[in-house]
């Protein structure tokens, strides 16, 4: 008889998905500006340039995939100390994943900012 085998996500969850301390949140809380998301609201659409990161303070984001043909199972749900951002931040290219908020969301945000060298 074989064992099933475990998934990656569920292996490796807070390797994937760290949340933050209490402490680093506050030590993070200064640099970023404050927004607030109505339940229903995307932080994330497919397709189109994100925020930046964003740090869950309150409420919980529902990350999954974009299909309008067919309902996809949720890939993550952030909650408060959650961070999300997609590594196409840094170019600001489309995001390749949605994020709804599921009842009101506080986050701070924080955008990739140019510098020259």
Known sequence: MTTPMTSIIDTRRAQMFP???AEELERLHR?????????GEYLARTGQVGPGMLVILSGEVVISQH??????APIVTHG????MAELGQLSDSPALIDGIAQGPVEASS???TSCAI
Do not use: C, I, N
């Open 80 to 83: 408060p100390g959650s961070f």
């Open 31 to 39: 640099f970023g500006t404050m927004r607030s998301f109505a339940a």
């Open 67 to 72: 299909d309008e043909l067919a309902a996809h």
């Open 110 to 112: 924080f955008r990739r």
């Open 19 to 21: 949340t933050l301390e």
